[in-house]
């Protein structure tokens, strides 16, 4: 990524058009607008930290989409989504996390406006001119979410002539192909002017299976690395007084006792990662179209519409069956069942998995609209300028689910059954109440065909459907007021008003309330409707006061003040100030700070959204159970023998979800940056820069989480979160309901460095061998606290700089992208290095007993330094219109650290921050007419 230490976001002027062109640069220079300010500057380098990633980047990068060029910038950390997330889901979207904060705390503007949902992927890669990323708190300045930064995508326009594009990739494993292309059209007169086009991609699967770090489902336990798995395996689990067993061999129809073994965990478990995906195939398509028009001399129209459709699927391992945990009875009674004993709730465990469904799949298909029209201008001959636009955003999403059960089906094929000897039948019901409209299931062989036809009877595809709409209006106004000794005293105002508006609906048999009920199919595939709405009206102004210039030490010295009020019809009001100095106390030296307080506010799933369905990992800290915490361990057997069953496995995945609509408020904090920037003027083309940055916020919105829940109950049975927690009577859980709460505090810092060095017509020995540049962009994270219940008996601080943890995503303290270009006449290269620091995975908090080797006590395993290498290289030929461009990701085909499956919940390794893909090949073309 390139290194800028500001960039100025759009032209303001609307009085350029007919200008020569020496006078609209001096007016371009005059009416620059900096990204995280309102104000207009001639200054590009201000108080505000942005970084820039060029035109000239995006094309040599070989990126077909905007979410895999940011996915690399070093401020971004955490658990960023982007499409190489699978499991869990994924719609093919891609967000954005700054500064490890999450996407909801980061604002995404499209040529300054809002935009209707977060999905940076639905901004079309060609029609961007330039990124803007401002790495600091912007409340003040742009409303809410704005606390990690602001993206801001700044579009081409004024457009002329006909560019094609076309970009293929492919892996070194040949998988993972990529295709692309582009169309963009435009026209410019005296009056007006269109920009054009369209944009499609389509990226296929990778399969886990096809890479050697994700094939298995490694574990590490006491010491040790073994392939490991789920007892939910096809051959069953049956849990016996005398210990589990499992089917030793392929049955023809009906198994007997004898055709079972003890069970094995290490060589019976289901290896789930083999049919799971690590990238996730999705297919895209944009249409754009922006108009503008001078009406007069000071008065301008314009008009933008987007267009995007992307239809994506995620795959996972084929459904788990646990007769306890999704309430289903195997009576013994029924006629397949060869222990005669009742195995679900009530009785002994019995675990299987129904490959013969295929995978569980989830299809999107997702249509995002947005349209901004508005009028721009100035007032007579003065500095003022103002605008008004009105913008609507529209999403439509319709999902549909495969590779689930009819659960209400399965109770009557697995209650009690008998042979009919007359009709020779296996028949539902007993021989003096026969059931009708039921055909019997034999769960201890699903690999029999009779079974495999059975159970697809039962097969169940719930469908849903999301509609979000966006409504909103502003105006804003900016100019200068008077003078000072100093300089010009300046003033930005507007306000704005917006409604949001969503409704989801829930296939009936996949429709659950707060407490895990009425859902007809496996838990992890439930969700309550949502429907709701709410408005808020917002109104800021910005001041920027010169205050000193001309002085021994003090070139210039200059304050900015701001200040947003915003009223939520759904959460209340909320007042965000800045304070923002800049001093020069040389030419070459900028000295800037900034203190902003920084809110977001509860977004509509935050507010209304009821239980959604989720598989997470935890670690029960009940496991062992001696007798102590006696309500937070609630039917967990006392004599020991919980530890020595099934679920004595140190780390489980189990049925929870997360539940909203709490009363909830805003969230809100301060945001702090202190930094400098030095532009030597004795070495040309040298650029440095480095800030110190820190957030710290109250009342974060937050699903509590099962893992919190349960330590906070298990530290204190008498504690409300108790009641989310459901058990069978064996201490099996059942389910865990996970609220989202106004509970946490967060704090983080850390520093940014930059550099860039550009060195024209470099020679050796007297020959000019080109043109380079370089360019440095690194972060250190100093902390990231995380509390998620303070206050609460058995809360636990989680100190997640330098760490890796599932839930929250990869804090590693160093991140770092240098670059080195070069390029003479026809010719240009881009060498580039991805470093992502050592980091730890496992606990560094003492009250915290949960580690990397969940076996063994304290133990943390150290994750590796990881550094990737790019090559791009690219070639204009002038005389038709065309350059040729290709490349190499991860030229030495580093692979991805292994993490084990203890620790991650996909792939063995961190998908979100590492390269999972391999060494990629890309090429592509682009011809101007």
Known sequence: MGVSTSAFAQDTSGQQNNQPADQQNAKTLQTVVVTGSRIRRVDLETANPVTTVTREEIKSSGKLTAGDLLQELPAVAGAATNP????????????????????????????????????????????????????????????????????????????????????????????????????????????????????????????????????????????????????????????????????????????????????????????????????????????????????????????????????????????????????????????????????????????????????????????????????????????????????????????????????????????????????????????????????????????????????????????????????????????????????????????????????????????????????????????????????????????????????????????????????????????????????????????????????????????????????????????????????????VPTNGSFKGSGLGQTTAVVSGSVAAGYNLKPEYGKSFDFGAVYDPHFIPGLSLSADYWRVHLNDTITPLGVQNTMSICYANGSSPFCSFIHRDDTGQILFINSPTVNLGTLNTSGIDFTGKYKIPHFDVAGTNIGDFALSLNTTYLIKYDNDTAPGQAGDVINHLAGMYNNGYGNYTRWRGVGMLNWSTGPWSATWKMRYFGALNVGSRNTTETFSADQSLPNVVLRVPTMIYNDFAVAYNIARWNTTLNAGVDNVFDKQPPLMYQNNVLNANTDVNTYDTIGRYFFAGVTVKF
């Open 84 to 635: 190489n997330v699978n499991n869990g889901g994924g719609d093919g979207a891609s967000t954005v996390s700054l500064r490890g904060l999450g996407s909801q705390r980061t604002l995404i503007l499209v040529n300054g406006h809002r935009v209707a949902r977060n999905d940076i992927n639905a901004i079309p890669a060609s029609m961007i001119d330039r990124i803007e990323v401002l790495k600091d708190g912007a409340s003040a300045t742009y409303g809410s979410d704005a606390i990690g930064g602001v993206v801001n995508f700044i579009l081409r326009k004024n457009f002329q002539g006909l560019e094609l594009s076309a970009n293929v990739g492919e892996s070194d494993h040949n998988d993972g192909t990529r295709r692309g292309f582009s169309a963009l059209f435009g026209t410019a007169g005296d009056k007006g002017s269109i920009t054009a086009g369209i944009d499609y991609n389509k990226f296929d699967e990778i399969s886990s299976a096809k890479r050697d770090f994700s094939k298995y489902a490694t574990y590490l336990s006491s010491g040790s690395v073994y392939h490991g798995g789920s007892s939910r395996n096809p051959n069953g689990y049956v849990s016996l007084p005398t210990g589990p067993v499992t089917l030793a061999h392929p049955v023809n129809g009906k198994t007997s006792t004898s055709d079972y073994r003890p069970y094995n965990s290490k060589t019976d478990s289901f290896n789930y990662q083999a049919v799971n995906l690590i990238t996730t195939p999705q297919e895209r398509f944009n249409a754009f179209a922006l108009a503008t028009y001078q009406v007069t001399d000071n008065l301008q129209a314009h008009l933008d519409f987007f267009y995007n459709k992307t239809s994506s699927h995620f795959a996972i391992a084929p459904l788990p069956f646990d007769a306890k945990s999704d309430g289903v009875v195997v009576s013994a009674q029924n006629y397949y069942n060869p222990f005669g004993i009742n195995f679900g709730p009530g009785g002994r465990t019995f675990r299987s998995r129904f490959t013969t469904l295929g995978q569980r799949m989830e299809d999107f298909a997702t249509q995002t609209g947005q349209v901004d029209a508005g009028l721009k201008g100035s007032v007579g001959d003065t500095s003022w300028q103002w605008s008004a636009d009105l913008n609507y955003g529209h999403v439509g999403q319709d999902t549909v689910q495969h590779g689930y059960v009819y659960y209400n089906g399965l109770k009557s094929a697995l209650g009690p059954s008998f042979l009919d000897p007359v009709s020779g039948k296996v028949t539902c019901g007993t021989p003096t109440a026969p059931v009708s409209g039921c055909t019997p299931l034999n769960i201890f062989n699903v690999n029999d065909p009779q079974t495999v036809s059975t159970l697809g009877n039962y097969a169940a595809a719930p469908f849903g459907h999301t509609l979000i709409t966006t409504r909103r209006a502003e105006v804003n106004a900016n100019g200068d007021l008077f003078s000072l000794p100093a300089g010009t005293v300046s003033l930005a105002v507007g306000a704005d008003y917006e409604k949001d508006y969503q409704n989801t609906q829930v296939d009936y048999i996949a429709r659950t309330s707060g407490t895990g009920g009425t859902c007809f199919i496996s838990q992890e595939a439930c969700a309550t409707p949502l429907a709701g709405s709410f408005n808020v009206k917002e109104v800021y102004g910005e001041l920027f006061v010169p205050l000193l210039t001309g002085l021994p030490g003090i070139k210039s010295l200059n304050l900015t003040l701001g200040s947003r009020y915003s009223s939520y019809s759904s959460a209340g009001s909320r007042t965000s100030n800045k304070v923002a100095l800049e001093w020069r106390p040389v030419d070459d030296l900028l000295v800037r700070g900034t203190m902003e307080g920084v809110f977001r506010a509860p977004t509509i799933s935050d507010l209304y959204a009821g239980a959604a369905g989720s598989a997470p990992q935890l670690t029960d800290p009940c496991i062992g159970y001696t007798g102590g915490h006696a309500a937070a361990c609630a039917n």
